[in-house]
């Protein structure tokens, strides 16, 4: 059974810091994904990593995968409040376009 | 470019009542559809998925059910809704060169 674990789950951070959201997952999958949810809305999609070592950035964000060690990270560079938000990782199994979440971390972001 | 559409966007149920969440796309994009919830304060759980009209794969036992009828339209529905039920049904559909997933603007469901 494919699991899917964030830490931490909650991040309180001041603005202009740095910070990471890990995201390990338990068995072999070709796909990772990063969403972003703001309250009471739907999934927005950030990044789809493919591949061992790959990295993608937009904005203060970046996302790189780790087959090998089966995490990915998101870094958060130099927060400002719009980041605030909830962050989901999810993991595609058996490439089939089937996602299993993990339980997100909720970012808030202070001056 | 695709687009998902989901309703009702917001629903309030009593228990016992009959459901149904209606999904549509449009655009050119990948024939699997997906339907997923999300509880309170929790992250989302994959319910069921089709990969064409009447076909339906079930994820978890549940008190649900899913069809679809058209090849752009898959439904989500209950005869009889339980407390349990309440959450938030995301509809989602693959981009058609798998970089991602896209999911519609979601149905709040509350039974009450």
């Known amino acids: 059974e494919l699991k899917v674990e964030q830490n931490p789950l909650f991040l309180s951070m001041q603005e202009g810091k740095n910070y990471t959201i890990y995201c390990n997952y338990s068995t072999t999958s070709d796909r990772l994904y990063w969403y972003r949810q703001d309250p009471g809305k739907s999934l927005e999609s950030l990044f789809v990593l493919l591949s061992n070592g790959a990295v993608k950035q937009e904005g203060r964000l970046m996302a790189s995968l780790d087959t090998k060690a089966r995490l990915s990270t998101l870094h958060i560079t130099a927060a400002v409040h719009d980041l605030s938000a909830t962050y989901f990782c999810?993991?595609?199994?058996?490439?089939?376009?089937?996602?299993?979440f993990g339980t997100g971390t909720r970012l808030q972001v202070f001056p | 470019s695709q687009t998902i559409h989901q309703w009702p966007a917001t629903l309030v149920q009593p228990v016992g009542s009959p459901l149904s969440l209606e999904c549509t796309v449009e655009g050119t994009s990948n024939p699997n559809l997906y339907w997923y919830r999300q509880a309170a304060g929790r992250g989302l759980q994959l319910l069921f998925y089709s990969v064409g009209i009447g076909q339906i794969s079930s994820e978890v036992p549940q008190n649900l059910s899913a069809s679809r009828p058209q090849d752009r339209q898959f439904i989500l529905s209950s005869k009889k809704l339980l407390l349990s039920d309440s959450g938030f049904y995301l509809c989602?559909?693959?981009?058609?060169?798998?970089?991602?997933?896209?999911f519609g603007e979601g149905s709040w469901l509350t039974v009450v």
């Open positions: 999810a993991v595609d199994w058996g490439s089939t376009d089937k996602l299993i």
């Open positions: 989602a559909w693959p981009d058609r060169r798998g970089n991602t997933i896209y």
